[in-house]
Each structure stands twice: as structure tokens, then as C-alpha cells.
């Protein structure tokens, strides 16, 4: 059964750090592109970031870029986001999504704060 569970998400204060994980079970996250989108309360979910099957970066969104890494650790079958610099603009629910099939395979999500 393929599925993708993110973790890491939690309540962190502007300019800290968090490390958002996307493990995917029952196919190989190399075979396939995947992406990081966020959904902030009211707002439409927006591209974050992606990195390729070949292991390369799609890109990142404006509102990101320099802060945040996607990464991927073939041997966990894990791909990560790594978020530096935190602004409180970036609370929101991250979700990760494998290009696979018509609709892709999505995960859970994991909430993300940023507040002192």
C-alpha cells in the first residue's frame, strides 16, 4: 500500500528551525518526483518545494527560497524539508505529494507554527 506520513511539525519562534520529514511505504521515493505544499487557515495550498527522481531540485517557491532545503535520504526512502529563518508567515499545514498516478499520493500533513 503506498502512503506518505510527514512528521516534524511542531510550534517553533521566528528565526528558528525545523526539519519536516515525508516517509513514504510501499513503492520507492526515488522512482518519482516529490513535492512540498503548504495550506495556511483561509488561503489556497501553494508549492513550496520539489526535488526530481534523478535527485535534482524542481525549485522553491519565492516566499522560501534561501530559507528552505528539500533533501532526500535514499536509503530512508525519506524526503525531507529543512526550514531556516522562520517567519510567522510560514504557519501553516505542510503536506508532501509523490507525482504518481492522475492525482499523486498524498500524506496527512503536519502542522507548523511560527509564534513567540
Known amino acids: 500500500q503506498v502512503q506518505l506520513v510527514e512528521s516534524g511539525g511542531g510550534l517553533v519562534q521566528p528565526g528558528g528551525s525545523l526539519r519536516l520529514s515525508c516517509a513514504a511505504s510501499g513503492f520507492t521515493v526515488s522512482d518519482y518526483a516529490v513535492y512540498w505544499y503548504r495550506q495556511a487557515p483561509g488561503k489556497e495550498r501553494e508549492f513550496v518545494a520539489g526535488?526530481?527522481?534523478?535527485?535534482?531540485?524542481?525549485g522553491y517557491a519565492d516566499s522560501v527560497r534561501g530559507r528552505f532545503t528539500i533533501l532526500r535520504d535514499n536509503a530512508k526512502n525519506t524526503v525531507y524539508l529543512q526550514m531556516n529563518s522562520l517567519k510567522p508567515e510560514d504557519t501553516a499545514v505542510y503536506s508532501c505529494k509523490a507525482k504518481m498516478g492522475v492525482n499523486g499520493a498524498w500524506g496527512q500533513g503536519t502542522q507548523v507554527t511560527v509564534s513567540s
Open positions: 526535488i526530481t527522481s534523478a535527485g535534482g531540485t524542481i
